[in-house]
């Protein structure tokens, strides 16, 4: 039920499988252990609340979303990264405040 609750379990999750790697190819260097970026693509969905994300900028259909909560719950959505933070490589980016 809790937001950050997910968040630490999925943490968890991550670490425990970085975990293993390291045990079951302790040859593989550390930079090929972990997980690969992946560019998307973003497109808020005001009405509904929803961040939807792409694989292609013209995808006809998302490859999942994000619901984002009301406002009166204290969630907001900023165009552009937060204030004090300077992209170095990306040319957009955005801000959810949880």
């Given at each position: 039920e809790s937001g950050k609750e997910i968040v630490d379990w999925?943490?968890?999750l991550r670490a425990a499988r970085l975990q293993y790697l390291k045990m079951a190819f302790p040859e593989l260097p550390e930079s090929e252990q972990k997980e690969?970026?992946?560019k998307?693509?973003?497109a808020?969905?005001?009405h509904e609340r929803r961040l939807l994300y792409y694989k292609n900028p013209l995808d006809a259909f998302e490859q999942g979303q994000v619901f984002l909560g009301n406002k009166e719950q204290g969630y907001e959505a900023y165009e552009d990264l937060p204030k004090g933070i300077r992209g170095n490589r990306w040319k957009a980016g955005?801000?959810?405040v949880t």
């Open positions: 999925f943490n968890a690969p970026f992946k998307r693509w973003f808020l969905d005001c955005l801000t959810i």
